[in-house]
């Protein structure tokens, strides 16, 4: 792992407070995701990836605004390892830089929509702004 | 004062070759007490331990100290040579100038330095030591066994076949545990009942063994060779030596819906019933909770059918106290609660079931005569999923599910995609495995022929989600090899549940002294040298109570603690550890300090009377310990506030002498 990646890696593992070593790869996160087939990757593949240092390819997927912040993959890991809080630790590490905003309060009451829960709002708010 | 010898052990070069044994023996001439010093190639050798004897007898040694190797090695050895020369044996003390000397050490001075500090604390020591007698205490030679799974019937059978008597205590109405409920066996696909259920009749015949069915222990006081045990029988409102096993009641009883919890609940059985077929006793048992007669006085129908007489509906519950002179805790396991893995919907749907729910639907005996239906509409079911480590592996912090393997089943998972795709070869079977764990003999054969043979669908991933919709089950589960999310319509999903001890083994394990891990698991002794004696003398473990195990590992502990008992029965004195503590019950204040640090139980307290210097008298609780039981750790000699509890053969002066000699 080159001295980059290495600080990126402790950077995010920090950022979320999670350990990915504790994962045991048996795909529950992934099996439970109702954002799978959206995400090019998948829950457990940001805790393999993470934990390898290779996440160079996940600060430019837009699998980062893809995860819905159900954290069914939370719930559901036997570990705890709790995936969703390592995508939204790489999401933050891109939307932290300068500038990369992808919404602003302004442009809330225009999305809103009467079937969508007060906590979605919340956790896309959260997502796509710093 | 004593009159000590030194003998300074060369051990060949392994302590000469680093330790100046002939300065060690001269310097040693001088301390306090010492008559005798002299040095010798190997003191263990018939040789050495001549000169041993000689000696005490020319120059009338009280005490010996050894140079030698760590007394674990040849402690033993030196106390049998003084009881030759006529010693008491607790009078000699070995220092230790092997591994904690000349081993460590490279320089020849530093080596010899030490050696000879290690020699004057063990003079100093002598110099306090009294000669100890160890007790005696006899051995009731009868066993008793805590559950009749296989695990207890083996330990059973193997100690009545060694010519001692057994009781088997067993909780249910039958003896046959787990094994009376499996359908066919791994690795080798017989029949669970056809190897189980003549071992329960050669329990039933042996007449060196008695079953109580139905009956608990309650109680357990006493030590290793005298145990005092009360067990309590529970009034089954059948006579026992009356009934026999007809079955005409259990036909004729009007309460038929009483879930059936030999075969989980899936059909019913009347309130008076008989586990099943081959049971052992086969006696009739009522059920209190649902027998008409016994709520609200209304029925009696069991009395009238019985030809012979055996219902009585006034039976209490009996409590029986025996003696055993060991006791074996085979109390097994069981699958954990489905309630809180809600993803799996297993209480929203009745076509989800765990494994053992699958042996009884597959086993000839069970509810639907040994045809694989679905519990909901009794169809036959086209598409299966298996979920293997449904609780097992867990984070330690996760809220459900335990943090080890459960370990037998990946293996019985295998065994139940097989023989669903051999019976019913138009099915799709899959397993979703995170490992597949097949270390045993013949174990990853067969999970192989499952995959290549058999054509069973075997998928590394997890099940994410169970959603009953319409008839079908919506598997959703991860496919990690190929990237993949899949989403599977299944007419049935088994569970492959983790197991836990009994919830009874606690309480049990409280009432025994004997400890327990943090998952309730009985620990051994030793986990590896050990493993079938628990650290409490005289109780000894068989089985899933120790740890998952399938059933070849189960007879083989099984037949082990029975060896184990067996060579504690053989014995008609126990002899003890004089090395034990005691309390000066002038000093004692009766805090019971010592009592809460004393992991074997060892400690009771008694009111005494004493004589005050006023002349009048008192009642004072004070420390009591019973040698048998004492294991001589002196954990309580630390915890005493009041310096009243002391350990014999290491009291504190003694130890105190050794420290003031070495820091001098
Ligand atoms: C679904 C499934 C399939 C399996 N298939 C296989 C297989 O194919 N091959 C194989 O080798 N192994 C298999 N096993 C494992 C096998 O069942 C166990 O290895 C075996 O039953 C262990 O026996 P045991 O006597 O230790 O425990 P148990 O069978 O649980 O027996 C314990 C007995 O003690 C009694 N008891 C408990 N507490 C008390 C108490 N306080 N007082 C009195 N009595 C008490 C219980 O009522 C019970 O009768 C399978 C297990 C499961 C769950
Ligand atoms: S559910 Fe947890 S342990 Fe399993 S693969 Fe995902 S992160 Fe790893
Ligand atoms: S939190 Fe995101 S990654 Fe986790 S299950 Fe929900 S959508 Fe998938
Ligand atoms: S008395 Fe009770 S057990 Fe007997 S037949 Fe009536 S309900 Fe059944
Ligand atoms: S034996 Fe297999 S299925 Fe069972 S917990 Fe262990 S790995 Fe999982």
Not at chain 1, 92 to 110: K, Y
Not at chain 2, 391 to 399: I, L, M, Q, T, Y
């Amino acid at each position: 792992m080159n001295k980059a990646n290495e600080n990126l890696r402790e950077e995010i593992i920090r950022m979320s407070g999670v350990n990915p070593k504790k994962c045991m790869r048996c795909g529950k996160c992934s099996a439970t995701c109702p954002a799978f087939d959206e995400m090019e990757y998948h829950p457990h593949q940001f805790v393999n990836m993470v934990e390898s240092g290779d996440i160079e390819p996940l600060l430019n997927s837009d699998s980062l605004y893809k995860c819905l912040s159900c954290f069914a993959c939370i719930e559901r890991c036997p570990r705890s390892v709790e995936p969703a809080k390592l995508v939204e630790a790489v999401r933050l590490s891109v939307i932290r830089r300068q500038g990369e905003n992808h919404l602003t309060a302004n442009d809330i009451p225009a999305l809103i929509d009467d079937e969508m829960p007060q906590q979605a709002i919340v956790s896309a708010f959260r997502k796509y702004t710093k | 004062m004593q009159r000590i010898g030194v003998f300074v052990c060369w051990c060949g070069s392994n302590i000469a070759g680093t330790v100046d044994v002939q300065a060690v023996s001269e310097a040693l001439k001088s301390e306090p007490g010492v008559v005798f010093s002299a040095n010798y190639q190997y003191m263990c050798s018939q040789a050495g331990q001549n000169m041993i004897i000689e000696a005490v007898k020319k120059h009338k040694l009280t005490g010996i100290v050894v140079c030698s190797c760590s007394p674990r090695m040849h402690e033993a050895t030196f106390r049998k040579t003084a009881a030759a020369a006529g010693l008491n044996p607790y009078m000699v003390e070995i220092a230790n100038i092997r591994e904690q000397c000349s081993w460590v050490h490279k320089d020849m001075a530093t080596g010899t330095e030490k050696a000879i500090i290690l020699g004057k604390a063990a003079i100093a020591k002598v110099n306090l030591n009294t000669p100890l007698t160890p007790g005696e205490s006899p051995v009731t030679k009868r066993a008793l066994v805590i559950g009749g799974g296989i695990a207890g019937i083996q330990t059973a059978l193997d100690i009545a076949d060694a010519g001692f008597e057994v009781d088997i205590v067993e909780k249910k109405p039958t003896i046959g545990g787990k094994m009376a409920q499996l359908d066919k066996t791994f690795p080798t696909l017989d029949c669970a009942a056809c190897i189980l259920t003549p071992k329960m009749v050669d329990v039933a015949q042996n007449d060196k063994i008695r079953i109580f069915s139905y009956s608990e222990v309650t109680e357990v006081k006493g030590f290793v060779g005298n145990f005092d045990v009360k067990i309590k029988k529970k009034a089954r409102f059948v006579n026992e030596s009356l009934c026999t096993g007809c079955g005409a009641c259990t036909e004729k009883c009007p309460m038929k819906k009483v879930p059936n919890e030999f075969n989980l609940g899936m059909d019913n059985r009347r309130a008076i019933y008989i586990p099943f077929a081959q049971a052992v006793p086969k006696v009739a048992t009522i059920d209190p909770d649902y027998c008409n007669m016994l709520k609200n006085g209304k029925c009696g129908v069991c009395a009238k059918v019985c030809t012979a007489g055996a219902i009585d509906y006034t039976q209490k519950d009996e409590f029986i106290e025996e003696k055993y002179g060991a006791i074996v805790v085979a109390t097994g396991f069981n699958p954990i609660s489905m309630d809180k893995f809600d993803e799996f919907a297993y209480n929203q749907s009745k076509d989800v079931i765990t494994s053992l729910e699958f042996e009884r639907l597959t086993n000839a005996a069970g509810p639907t005569a040994g045809k694989l239906l679905r519990p909901s509409d009794g169809k036959h079911p086209h598409t299966i999923v298996f979920v293997q480590c449904v609780g097992s592996r867990c984070d330690s912090c996760a809220e459900k599910g335990k943090e080890y393997c459960s370990k037998i089943c990946c293996m019985y998972t295998a065994k139940h995609a097989m023989l669903t795709r051999d019976k019913y070869p138009d099915t799709d079977v899959y397993v979703f495995y995170i490992d597949v764990r097949t270390p045993g003999k013949s174990f990853d054969e067969f999970y192989r022929r499952a995959v290549e043979e058999y054509g069973v669908h075997y998928i590394k991933g997890m099940v994410g989600k169970v959603s009953p919709e319409g008839d079908k089950l919506k598997v959703q589960a991860s496919d990690l090899l190929n990237n993949k999310q899949l989403h599977i319509d299944a007419d049935l999903v088994v569970l492959a549940a983790a197991i836990e001890p009994d919830k009874s083994a606690r309480p049990l394990a409280t009432m025994l002294t004997a400890s327990m891990d943090t998952n309730d698991f009985f620990t051994e002794a030793h986990p590896k040298l050990r493993p079938v004696e628990s650290p409490t003398a005289g109780v000894f473990l068989s089985g899933t109570c120790q740890g998952p195990k399938d059933i070849p590992e189960t007879v083989s502990q099984a037949s082990a603690a029975a060896a184990k008992v067996i060579g504690l029965l053989a014995k008609d004195k126990l002899t003890g550890n004089p090395c034990i503590a005691s309390s000066d019950e002038l000093m004692c204040n009766g805090c019971s300090s010592c009592e809460r640090v004393c992991a074997y139980g060892a400690i009771t307290y008694v009111d005494k009377e004493f004589r005050m210097p006023d002349r009048t008298t008192a009642i004072r609780r004070v420390a009591q310990v019973n040698p048998a039981v004492c294991q001589g750790c002196g954990a309580c000699t630390v915890a005493c506030p009041s310096g009243a509890m002391d350990l014999r053969g290491f009291a504190s002066n003694q130890i105190i002498a050794e420290v003031d000699a070495i820091c001098k």
